[in-house]
């Protein structure tokens, strides 16, 4: 099985290609990105350098996608490509176009055209607009409210990937992540991933809320081991899956990270957050995952481990032992 991921060297894109290169049933693992993944992440991808390929491109264009999948014969497609930034989001809309809606669309048509036969790709959970619209728990087949350009570009991928399976046959499965933490996290997720990376490299974290911001998590690894999962399998009886964790906020994280880094300087302010008490999180569920794939999230324990270490390999720095 030769795979190839977009988006590559981005935060879920680089542990993605990290769990392919790391599976046995995985011949290679083709990375497209405008850059090449961090010193770090090829650090971490040595053992199986034979077998990953990195090429220069962007999902904006069709040829790019085609030509990085000359270097392998491929067999499946995983889409991480998107424009998230919301600074890039509000100021340069055509970007964001090309990223997200045309990206896509690339994506599924190059799958059509070198004959894939599986296609995973990025939705979010964002497809669910407000929080208030749901009950305590958001499972897949509600109906979708998006409110963003962001999230009508994921329900747009969600609709085409649909059409392009019922018209050529291909598999597809979107993934419908909550947030996405890990070392190198860019807005919106800075936040939950600054903490534990500035932690762990002995620099104080201070943050002018008052901790008390509820999410769902989830992190880059948890992404990766489903998107593999998902890849090997043919098909899936879903055509989307949410993946995240029960509700954390900041001063569970906080409390996690001095876990293990008892001198960690961790400081918080006394202005409200902008999702504590005045706005309902919102909280999706992932017991669809669980109940076709046998997948559950880690816990914020043991995700927080592997984000403190990405963050000492990046600096130069021995693993902390746990």
Known sequence: MNIMVLGGSGMFGRKTV?????????ENVVSMDIAPPPEWAMTQ???????FHYVRGTVAELEDILNAARTCRIDGIVNWAFVMSLQELNTNPRLSTKVNMLGMCNAFEAARL?????????????VYGPSDLYGDEVPED?????????????????????QYKEQYGINFTGV????????????????????????AVGKPYRMEFDGDMSMSLVTADDLAIFTTTLMK????????????TPLVNFL??????????????????????????????????SKAAKEDFGFECMSLDEGVRIHINDARLDAGLEPIKF
């Open 252 to 285: 569970d994280l906080a409390a996690t990270v001095k876990k293990y880094l008892p001198d960690a300087v961790i400081e918080f302010g006394d202005k409200p957050s902008p999702f504590g008490a005045r706005m309902k999180p919102l909280n999706v569920s």
């Open 176 to 199: 419908r992540p909550t947030i996405g933490y890990g070392h190198g996290g860019r807005s919106p997720a800075q936040m939950w991933s600054d903490m534990p990376s500035m932690a």
């Open 114 to 126: 070198i004959d894939a036969n599986r296609v995973v790709y990025a939705s979010s959970m964002t």
């Open 142 to 162: 509600v109906i979708l409210a998006p409110s963003s350009s962001y999230a009508v570009a994921k329900v747009y991928a969600e609709i085409i990937a649909a």
């Open 18 to 26: 990290l769990h392919m290169l790391e599976d046995k049933e995985i």
């Open 45 to 51: 991808y040595e053992p199986w350098k034979e077998k």
């Open 233 to 244: 399998a043919k098909s899936s009886p879903r055509p989307a899956y949410n993946v995240g």
